[in-house]
């Protein structure tokens, strides 16, 4: 590879490696805003079914979910650590949307959550979930393959 090559590979390198980092800020800036509001509303979403599991067990499991997904995304930056964001992005966007628009019953232990009214808290979080399910597709799209998928993929490409 020649000089000029090299310096160009390595630039374009860097601005991946600046857009990958900032999208990785965004992903786990968004599963904060998901962990903060789920923690702020666990307690009023309990009273549904105090005995149960309840809205604010499952809130509270949600807020843990996003901040440890949050944190591995800013430490590792793998596709791994960006399909579990998008995967806990997701687990709270799907049923803020279903339980806003479908009265679902209550399955076993757990209570009937339907919610229709959007208030700003609920508003804030599905925002934040939305944008984080497709920032970390885009994340995934950036993170450079693990070694073990980068060697797979020279491999293959030798057979060709």
Same mark, same amino acid.
């Given at each position: ?61 949600? &807020?843990?979910? !996003?901040? =440890?997904?949050?944190? #591995? $995304?800013?430490?590792?930056?793998? *596709?791994?650590?960006?399909?579990? %964001? @998008? ?40 925002? &934040?979930?939305? !944008?984080? =399910?497709?920032?970390? #597709? $885009?994340?995934?799209?950036?993170? *450079?393959?693990?070694?073990?998928? %980068? @060697? ?9």
């Amino acid at each position: 590879m020649s000089a000029t090559a090299r310096a160009h590979h390595r630039g374009a390198s860097t601005g991946r490696s600046a857009a990958e980092w900032a999208v990785r800020v965004l992903v786990a800036a968004g599963l904060g805003v998901d962990a903060v509001v789920h923690v702020r509303l666990a307690d009023a979403m309990q009273l549904a079914a105090p005995g149960g599991i309840g809205g604010g067990t499952l809130f509270r499991v949600q &807020a843990a979910a !996003a901040a =440890v997904a949050a944190v #591995v $995304v800013l430490v590792t930056g793998h *596709r791994l650590a960006y399909l579990l %964001a @998008g995967l806990v992005a997701l687990s709270a966007l799907v049923p803020v949307l279903l339980y806003t628009y479908v009265q679902v019953p209550a399955i076993g232990p757990v209570p009937s959550m339907y919610d229709p009214f959007w208030y700003p808290e609920k508003v804030v979080s599905a925002v &934040a979930e939305g !944008a984080t =399910v497709v920032l970390a #597709v $885009v994340g995934w799209a950036l993170a *450079r393959p693990t070694t073990r998928q %980068a @060697g797979v993929s020279t491999s293959d490409s030798r057979r060709a």
